[in-house]
């Protein structure tokens, strides 16, 4: 018998679908905030996304279904036993994130952010030219569930998609060009428009520093939703008071939360909100996160191959 601990909020009718698949097992309903340790520890299965500090040692563990695409935490050494498996939500968030992500994007290029700081001082004034996606350079890096739905979201408007990726893989319709990693350099200076959609792994840490956002192209917009890590947040800074960027896009950003007195705050072309893009805020996201994590309970249950299985070497889904 499993003892399978419930993390996500989960109503009844949900609660009657988890119990129907699950019917030997012995199910504990809590929230990451209220479970005990205890709870966690006697845990074989989880469901959610659990303190990192809770699950170290745990003897009982046999797999985690996480709620999050970022699976960062429970990488690290001596927090995991080796043989507990590790599954991530991929595929939950690229309709919300990639929403967001347009979002700040239409919000840049049409100069949406200065006309609501002129509304908030009651100003009828023009901010003069604008930008658009038609015939831009997009430059995609990561192209998982979220940079993939963002990349058929820019082709749909009219832009030029150009996709990076770790591996080799066929080109979807929707991009354009696509390319490994190595040709990043390359790509960079082409692009108006940079979106990261990158997990925090050893490679991505910084990845976009002072010398990656210098070989961007002048008066060029980067976006990050991914992980705050992957940017130097004070070149990023840097490249905008400058004029080297027109400005940034970031649902992400290092360190989070981001201190009251950071200068990025006072940047005009900077759209910053608060890594809220991928939660519960958009249903649809929370019905995806369920049905991935029912979909692997049943599998485990029945001893057959699991979905978003997580490479403990690379961070990403294997």
């Known amino acids: 018998m499993e003892n399978i601990l419930v993390l996500i909020p989960i109503d009844e009718e949900k609660k ?17 905030n209220e479970v005990s340790k205890e709870e966690v520890q006697n845990a074989t299965i989880i469901i959610g996304s659990p303190k990192v500090e809770m699950i170290r040692e745990s003897s009982s563990l046999k797999w985690i279904q996480l709620n999050t695409a ?24 690229g309709l919300a994130v990639s929403e967001h992500m347009l979002g700040m994007l239409l919000e840049l290029l049409k100069k949406l952010h200065i006309y609501r700081d002129n509304q908030n001082q009651r100003l009828w004034k023009s901010a003069g030219s604008v930008k658009s996606i038609y015939n831009s350079k997009v430059l995609i890096v990561g192209l998982g569930d979220i940079g993939c739905n963002f990349g058929q979201m820019i082709k749909s408007l009219g832009g030029y998609t150009i996709g990076v990726k770790r591996r080799p893989s066929e080109k979807p319709d929707f991009i354009d060009e ?33 010398n990656k956002i210098g070989k961007m192209k002048k008066g060029s917009i980067l976006l990050n939703v991914g992980r705050g890590t992957s940017v130097d947040t004070q070149a990023l800074c840097d490249a905008i008071e400058s004029g080297h960027l027109y400005g940034a896009g970031l649902d992400v950003v290092d360190p989070e939360p981001l201190p009251s007195d950071h200068r990025i705050w006072g940047l005009e072309n900077v759209v910053i909100t608060p890594h809220i893009s991928g939660w519960y805020n958009l249903a649809e996201t929370y019905e995806r996160i369920f049905d991935i994590s029912m979909d692997n ?7 057959e191959e699991l979905f978003n299985v997580i490479d403990f070497n690379t961070g990403y889904v294997k």
């Open 16 to 32: 009657k679908r988890l119990e129907e698949k699950a019917k030997n097992c012995k199910i504990v309903y809590s929230n990451e």
């Open 178 to 210: 696509l390319h490994l990693n190595d040709k990043l350099d390359e790509l960079l200076p082409q692009a108006d428009i940079v979106a990261l959609c990158l997990p925090s792994t050893k490679d991505t840490q910084k990845l976009f520093d002072a």
């Open 297 to 303: 309970l049943e599998r485990f249950l029945n001893n």
């Open 70 to 93: 970022g699976a960062d935490k429970y990488i690290k050494e001596d927090i995991l036993n080796k043989d507990v498996i590790l599954t991530n939500s991929t595929g939950a968030y």
